[in-house]
T-cell receptor, first 115, second 112 residues
Framework: NAGVMQNPRHLVRRRGQEARLRCSPM?????VYWYRQLPEEGLKFMVY????????ESGMPKERFSAEFPKEGPSILRIQQVVRGDSAAYFC?????????????FGSGTQLSVL | DQQVKQNSPSLSVQEGRISILNCDYT??????FLWYKKYPAEGPTFLIS?????DKNEDGRFTVFLNKSAKHLSLHIVPSQPGDSAVYFC???????????FGKGTRLHILP
Protein backbone atom coordinates (compact mmCIF):
# COMPACT_ATOMS: atom_id res chain seq x y z
CA ASN A 1 0.00 0.00 0.00
CA ALA A 2 2.74 2.39 -1.04
CA GLY A 3 2.13 6.09 -1.18
CA VAL A 4 3.62 8.47 -3.71
CA MET A 5 7.21 7.39 -4.32
CA GLN A 6 9.86 9.83 -5.44
CA ASN A 7 13.44 9.04 -6.29
CA PRO A 8 16.11 9.86 -5.75
CA ARG A 9 15.66 11.54 -2.36
CA HIS A 10 18.80 13.57 -2.92
CA LEU A 11 20.39 14.47 -6.23
CA VAL A 12 23.62 16.37 -6.69
CA ARG A 13 24.49 17.81 -10.08
CA ARG A 14 27.12 20.13 -11.41
CA ARG A 15 26.14 23.16 -13.42
CA GLY A 16 25.32 22.21 -16.98
CA GLN A 17 24.35 18.62 -16.21
CA GLU A 18 20.89 17.12 -16.54
CA ALA A 19 18.65 16.20 -13.62
CA ARG A 20 15.92 13.57 -13.90
CA LEU A 21 13.43 13.28 -11.06
CA ARG A 22 11.02 10.36 -10.90
CA CYS A 23 7.61 10.06 -9.35
CA SER A 24 5.39 7.00 -9.05
CA PRO A 25 1.86 8.02 -8.02
CA MET A 26 -0.27 6.15 -5.55
CA UNK A 27 -1.81 2.98 -6.91
CA UNK A 28 -4.83 3.80 -9.01
CA UNK A 29 -4.00 7.50 -9.31
CA UNK A 30 -3.68 8.86 -12.82
CA UNK A 31 -3.17 12.55 -12.02
CA VAL A 32 0.28 13.85 -11.14
CA TYR A 33 1.37 17.32 -10.03
CA TRP A 34 4.89 18.68 -9.59
CA TYR A 35 5.72 21.45 -7.13
CA ARG A 36 8.99 23.18 -6.30
CA GLN A 37 9.96 24.59 -2.93
CA LEU A 38 12.81 27.05 -2.84
CA PRO A 39 14.50 27.77 0.52
CA GLU A 40 12.21 29.82 2.78
CA GLU A 41 9.48 29.77 0.13
CA GLY A 42 6.18 27.98 -0.25
CA LEU A 43 5.27 25.29 -2.71
CA LYS A 44 5.09 26.64 -6.23
CA PHE A 45 3.04 24.77 -8.80
CA MET A 46 4.97 23.65 -11.86
CA VAL A 47 2.94 21.21 -13.94
CA TYR A 48 -0.12 18.97 -13.88
CA UNK A 49 -0.22 15.79 -15.94
CA UNK A 50 -2.51 12.92 -16.64
CA UNK A 51 -1.38 9.76 -18.33
CA UNK A 52 0.32 10.76 -21.59
CA UNK A 53 -1.05 14.33 -21.38
CA UNK A 54 0.15 17.63 -20.00
CA UNK A 55 -2.92 19.39 -18.64
CA UNK A 56 -1.40 22.56 -17.18
CA GLU A 57 2.23 23.60 -17.42
CA SER A 58 1.71 27.24 -16.52
CA GLY A 59 4.22 27.04 -13.66
CA MET A 60 7.03 25.49 -15.66
CA PRO A 61 9.96 27.66 -16.74
CA LYS A 62 9.84 27.97 -20.52
CA GLU A 63 13.35 26.68 -21.05
CA ARG A 64 15.29 23.67 -19.77
CA PHE A 65 12.35 22.12 -17.90
CA SER A 66 10.10 19.36 -19.22
CA ALA A 67 7.77 16.79 -17.73
CA GLU A 68 6.12 13.62 -18.91
CA PHE A 69 3.83 10.95 -17.55
CA PRO A 70 3.94 8.01 -19.95
CA LYS A 71 1.37 5.29 -20.24
CA GLU A 72 3.71 2.93 -18.42
CA GLY A 73 6.18 3.92 -15.75
CA PRO A 74 6.71 6.91 -13.50
CA SER A 75 6.31 10.58 -14.20
CA ILE A 76 9.62 12.28 -14.99
CA LEU A 77 10.60 15.87 -14.36
CA ARG A 78 13.65 16.69 -16.43
CA ILE A 79 15.87 19.71 -15.99
CA GLN A 80 18.51 20.26 -18.64
CA GLN A 81 21.69 22.28 -18.14
CA VAL A 82 21.02 22.85 -14.46
CA VAL A 83 22.03 26.11 -12.80
CA ARG A 84 22.53 26.94 -9.12
CA GLY A 85 19.09 28.55 -8.97
CA ASP A 86 17.50 25.17 -9.70
CA SER A 87 18.58 23.94 -6.26
CA ALA A 88 15.34 23.24 -4.43
CA ALA A 89 13.08 20.52 -3.10
CA TYR A 90 10.86 19.09 -5.81
CA PHE A 91 7.63 17.47 -4.67
CA CYS A 92 5.34 15.26 -6.64
CA UNK A 93 1.70 14.72 -5.71
CA UNK A 94 -1.00 12.50 -7.09
CA UNK A 95 -4.77 12.33 -7.01
CA UNK A 96 -7.38 9.85 -8.10
CA UNK A 97 -9.59 11.90 -10.38
CA UNK A 98 -8.33 15.49 -10.35
CA UNK A 99 -11.67 16.93 -9.26
CA UNK A 100 -11.72 20.30 -7.55
CA UNK A 101 -12.36 19.18 -3.97
CA UNK A 102 -10.00 16.25 -4.04
CA UNK A 103 -6.92 16.31 -1.88
CA UNK A 104 -3.45 15.61 -3.17
CA UNK A 105 -1.11 13.00 -1.74
CA PHE A 106 2.51 14.10 -1.71
CA GLY A 107 5.75 12.20 -1.95
CA SER A 108 8.72 12.91 0.29
CA GLY A 109 10.39 15.01 -2.36
CA THR A 110 13.72 15.11 -4.18
CA GLN A 111 16.27 17.57 -2.88
CA LEU A 112 18.27 18.82 -5.85
CA SER A 113 21.59 20.46 -5.14
CA VAL A 114 23.49 22.10 -7.99
CA LEU A 115 27.18 22.66 -7.35
CA ASP B 1 1.62 37.49 -7.64
CA GLN B 2 0.82 35.83 -4.34
CA GLN B 3 -2.78 34.63 -4.54
CA VAL B 4 -2.60 32.84 -1.20
CA LYS B 5 -0.92 34.71 1.62
CA GLN B 6 0.24 33.55 4.99
CA ASN B 7 1.60 36.67 6.60
CA SER B 8 3.00 35.08 9.73
CA PRO B 9 6.18 33.12 8.98
CA SER B 10 6.17 31.62 12.46
CA LEU B 11 4.01 31.23 15.53
CA SER B 12 4.79 29.95 19.03
CA VAL B 13 2.03 28.56 21.25
CA GLN B 14 2.05 26.98 24.68
CA GLU B 15 1.15 23.31 24.80
CA GLY B 16 -2.52 22.88 25.63
CA ARG B 17 -3.51 26.33 24.34
CA ILE B 18 -5.19 27.17 21.04
CA SER B 19 -3.13 27.68 17.89
CA ILE B 20 -4.65 29.97 15.26
CA LEU B 21 -3.08 30.09 11.82
CA ASN B 22 -4.32 32.67 9.35
CA CYS B 23 -4.51 32.81 5.60
CA ASP B 24 -5.74 35.42 3.12
CA TYR B 25 -6.47 35.00 -0.56
CA THR B 26 -7.06 37.36 -3.44
CA UNK B 27 -8.79 35.24 -6.08
CA UNK B 28 -12.56 35.21 -5.64
CA UNK B 29 -12.76 32.23 -8.02
CA UNK B 30 -11.27 29.90 -5.42
CA UNK B 31 -13.84 27.29 -4.39
CA UNK B 32 -11.92 24.94 -2.14
CA PHE B 33 -9.43 25.63 0.59
CA LEU B 34 -7.09 23.15 2.17
CA TRP B 35 -4.55 23.01 4.95
CA TYR B 36 -1.46 20.84 4.73
CA LYS B 37 1.07 20.07 7.41
CA LYS B 38 4.73 19.46 6.70
CA TYR B 39 7.51 18.02 8.82
CA PRO B 40 11.17 18.49 7.83
CA ALA B 41 12.40 16.15 5.10
CA GLU B 42 8.88 14.90 4.42
CA GLY B 43 6.21 15.78 1.92
CA PRO B 44 3.14 17.78 2.95
CA THR B 45 0.23 15.80 4.34
CA PHE B 46 -3.40 16.80 4.04
CA LEU B 47 -5.00 18.05 7.22
CA ILE B 48 -8.44 19.51 6.57
CA SER B 49 -10.37 21.27 3.82
CA UNK B 50 -13.42 23.44 3.37
CA UNK B 51 -15.67 24.20 0.45
CA UNK B 52 -16.65 27.80 -0.25
CA UNK B 53 -20.29 26.97 0.43
CA UNK B 54 -19.44 26.40 4.10
CA ASP B 55 -18.02 28.67 6.74
CA LYS B 56 -16.74 26.05 9.14
CA ASN B 57 -15.42 22.51 9.04
CA GLU B 58 -14.30 20.56 12.07
CA ASP B 59 -12.24 17.39 12.40
CA GLY B 60 -11.19 16.46 15.90
CA ARG B 61 -8.81 19.08 17.26
CA PHE B 62 -8.74 20.92 13.94
CA THR B 63 -11.29 23.47 12.77
CA VAL B 64 -11.12 25.61 9.66
CA PHE B 65 -13.14 28.82 9.40
CA LEU B 66 -13.85 30.57 6.12
CA ASN B 67 -14.90 34.21 5.77
CA LYS B 68 -15.62 34.68 2.08
CA SER B 69 -16.43 38.37 2.28
CA ALA B 70 -13.05 39.03 3.88
CA LYS B 71 -11.28 36.42 1.72
CA HIS B 72 -9.82 35.01 4.89
CA LEU B 73 -9.55 31.59 6.44
CA SER B 74 -8.06 30.32 9.63
CA LEU B 75 -7.05 27.00 11.12
CA HIS B 76 -7.65 26.44 14.82
CA ILE B 77 -5.88 23.67 16.70
CA VAL B 78 -7.08 23.01 20.21
CA PRO B 79 -5.58 21.82 22.40
CA SER B 80 -2.14 22.21 20.82
CA GLN B 81 0.20 19.26 21.24
CA PRO B 82 3.99 18.90 20.78
CA GLY B 83 3.46 16.83 17.63
CA ASP B 84 1.70 19.78 16.04
CA SER B 85 5.05 21.56 15.65
CA ALA B 86 5.43 21.73 11.87
CA VAL B 87 5.01 24.04 8.90
CA TYR B 88 1.39 24.61 7.93
CA PHE B 89 0.48 25.50 4.37
CA CYS B 90 -2.76 27.10 3.37
CA UNK B 91 -3.87 26.19 -0.16
CA UNK B 92 -6.71 27.06 -2.52
CA UNK B 93 -8.20 25.72 -5.70
CA UNK B 94 -10.72 27.04 -8.18
CA UNK B 95 -13.67 25.00 -9.33
CA UNK B 96 -12.47 25.05 -12.91
CA UNK B 97 -8.81 25.34 -12.22
CA UNK B 98 -6.95 22.11 -11.71
CA UNK B 99 -3.95 23.26 -9.77
CA UNK B 100 -3.76 23.95 -6.07
CA UNK B 101 -2.05 27.22 -5.09
CA PHE B 102 -0.09 27.20 -1.84
CA GLY B 103 0.89 29.93 0.55
CA LYS B 104 4.43 30.28 1.88
CA GLY B 105 3.62 28.48 5.09
CA THR B 106 3.64 29.25 8.81
CA ARG B 107 6.05 27.46 11.11
CA LEU B 108 4.23 26.50 14.32
CA HIS B 109 6.25 25.88 17.48
CA ILE B 110 4.45 24.24 20.38
CA LEU B 111 6.22 25.18 23.60
CA PRO B 112 6.32 22.77 26.57
Amino acid sequence: NAGVMQNPRHLVRRRGQEARLRCSPMKGHSHVYWYRQLPEEGLKFMVYLQKENIIDESGMPKERFSAEFPKEGPSILRIQQVVRGDSAAYFCASSLSGTAGEKLFFGSGTQLSVL
Amino acid sequence: DQQVKQNSPSLSVQEGRISILNCDYTNSMFDYFLWYKKYPAEGPTFLISISSIKDKNEDGRFTVFLNKSAKHLSLHIVPSQPGDSAVYFCAARGNRDDKIIFGKGTRLHILP
